[in-house]
T-cell receptor
């Protein structure tokens, strides 16, 4: 069974804090990796793709370790607007673009 | 910015009734998906559709479910005889041929009573 595991949280952090989320995936054939953000009762929205070399987008940094099948997301200088559930997402590999989602980690940024 | 649209936003139906959930994917996209999310649980893949046929489906997508692209714009999910456990948020997604981001629609909340 292909699974994506995440710490469910919630993570309650003050504004300005740095917070890190971790994720592991079981399907070694996965080729594409993502972090999505989901606000309450809304659709998932792509936050960033994750590459083996690591990538950064403003305050967000994502890392991928294929050997240990581990993905991380670091958020620096947290804003109130970062409060959401962060979903770790991988594809099913072998040319399949079917996405497998983790259950998500809930983040609340507190004033 | 192009977007995926879904109708209705909320559908309430009685157990055993048929429902059709509608999606309009982004116009130049070629790959279409349905996912569902039961309240409090993770998003789960149901089915993918390409070139007017199903390309993959999960074990959730049993004989009660069907998908169709009846014209050049709509992509529908039909549930023939709804069960209480079909209550969930159903998301449509589409993907372009350069395999970039899957864009999700806002979802249809299905409530089966």
């Amino acid at each position: 069974r292909k699974e994506v595991e995440q710490d469910p949280g919630p993570f309650n952090v003050p504004e300005g804090a740095t917070v890190a989320f971790n994720c592991t995936y079981s399907n070694s054939a996965s080729q594409s990796f993502f972090w999505y953000r989901q606000d309450c009762r809304k659709e998932p929205k792509l936050l960033m793709s994750v590459y083996s070399s690591g990538n950064e987008d403003g305050r967000f940094t994502a890392q991928l370790n294929r050997a240990s099948q581990y993905i991380s997301l670091l958020i620096r200088d947290s804003k109130l607007s970062d409060s959401a559930t962060y979903l770790c997402v991988v594809d099913s590999g072998a040319g399949s673009y079917q996405l497998t989602f983790g259950k998500g980690t809930k983040l609340s940024v507190i004033p | 910015e192009p977007e995926v649209t879904q109708t209705p936003s909320h559908q309430v139906t009685q157990m055993g009734q048929e429902v059709i959930l509608r999606c309009v994917p982004i116009s130049n996209h070629l790959y279409f998906y349905w996912y569902r999310q039961i309240l409090g649980q993770k998003v789960e893949f149901l089915v993918s559709f390409y070139n007017n046929e199903i390309s993959e489906k999960s074990e959730i997508f049993d004989d009660q479910f069907s998908v169709e692209r009846p014209d050049g714009s709509n992509f529908t999910l039909k549930i023939r005889s709804t069960k209480l456990e079909d209550s969930a948020m159903y998301f449509c997604a589409s993907l372009s041929q350069d395999f970039g981001e899957q864009y999700f629609g806002p979802g249809t909340r299905l409530t089966v009573t």
